[in-house]
């Protein structure tokens, strides 16, 4: 009892219930199955580390400002111009995005995410907050 605080009450009663714990990767303690962040030591855990480095990897560009250009200009290669892939960019507006199929191809990338800029970073995020 002594020297016990509410909190590590709370932590041992979660402990026991199971299904709604899992145990940080860092330090080893239980934590909330839906945790992002580890309370105790404060580091991001695998899935949110993940996605971070995802997100932290992406393009600058915004993935529906993409998907827009390719939309409506797609044929003109006015996403790639935008991602700063100015070679295809010209061939596209020459060759009509390589006869539609090109333009079709990368619109359908960039709805997938899976369209990469000139630096080959991915464009992943839909629009970025200022
Ligand atoms: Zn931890």
């Given at each position: 009892m002594d020297g016990e605080t509410p909190e590590d009450a709370v932590n041992g009663s979660s402990e026991v219930q199971g299904g709604t714990v899992k145990y940080c990767e860092h330090c080893g303690a239980a934590i909330d199955r839906r945790a992002?962040?580890?309370p105790k030591c404060g580091v991001p855990?695998?899935?949110f580390?993940?996605?971070?480095?995802?997100?932290?990897?992406?393009?600058p560009k915004s993935r529906l400002a993409a998907l827009l250009m390719?939309?409506?200009?797609?044929?003109?290669?006015?996403?790639?111009?935008?991602?700063g892939k100015?070679?295809?960019g010209v061939l596209w507006l020459l060759?009509?995005?390589v006869m539609g199929i090109g333009a079709l191809v990368d619109l359908?990338?960039?709805?997938?995410?899976?369209?990469r800029d000139s630096q080959g970073?991915?464009?992943l995020v839909w629009l970025h907050e200022e």
């Open positions: 992002v962040i580890c855990l695998e899935a580390g993940r996605w971070m480095q995802r997100r932290a990897e992406a393009s390719a939309w409506f200009f797609g044929i003109l290669g006015i996403h790639r111009f935008y991602v100015t070679g295809t060759t009509l995005g359908i990338m960039i709805a997938a995410g899976s369209f970073r991915p464009l």
